[in-house]
C-alpha cells in the first residue's frame, strides 16, 4: 500500500524483517539465524506474528541491530 509520500508501507509491524530475510535469501538467513527455513517461511509471512527473538535473529544475521530509543530524542 503505498502512502500520501509515494512511498511503500508496511502491512505489518513485522514487514521489515521479512523484506530483510527475502532480500538475503530465506535460506542463507534461517542458518545464519539458527533457524529451519520452513518456520522462517511460518513467521515472517504478511499476516505473521514473529516472537522477539525470530526478529532479533533475522536482523543479525546480516550484522544489523535492532535499537530502542526514548520517544523525542534525536537519533544519535
Known sequence: MAS???????????????????????????????LSRESLYKALPRTGDPNFETVRAVLRAPGLQLSVRRAGEPAA
Not at 512511498?7 to 539465524?33: D, K, L, N
Open 4 to 34: 500520501p509520500t509515494g512511498r511503500q508501507r508496511c502491512g505489518s509491524r513485522h514487514e521489515p524483517t521479512g523484506i530483510v530475510a527475502r532480500a538475503r535469501g530465506m535460506t542463507r538467513i534461517a542458518r545464519e539465524a539458527g
